[in-house]
């Protein structure tokens, strides 16, 4: 591993490490958040729905979706 510059800031290979780690983390925490994720999941389940019309796949997404509502209702009282 490389030192840090002189000048005291982090090599260009440190920064784009750091970079894609915070990138890599910002789309885990998407997934994974209780109230985002199901919201998330939920909206990509109901478009592939629509896409291949299929009504239950439809229906499994909008679960999901009103499982995320409740999260965030829970959150706010």
């Known amino acids: 591993m490389k030192k840090p ?3 005291g800031y ?3 290979e440190q920064f784009e490490s750091k970079q894609r780690q915070q ?3 910002r789309w885990q925490t998407m997934f ?3 109230i985002v994720g ?3 999941i ?3 389940l109901w478009f592939v729905g629509e896409i291949v019309e299929s ?3 439809i229906y499994m997404a909008t679960g999901i979706v009103i ?3 409740l999260m965030w209702v829970k959150e706010l009282f």
Request: proline share 8%.
């Open 23 to 25: 990138k890599r983390n």
């Open 67 to 69: 499982f995320g509502m």
């Open 10 to 12: 982090e090599s260009l």
């Open 32 to 34: 994974t958040d209780k």
């Open 38 to 40: 199901p919201f998330v």
């Open 5 to 7: 510059d002189d000048d």
């Open 42 to 44: 939920g909206f990509i």
């Open 55 to 57: 009504d239950p796949i």
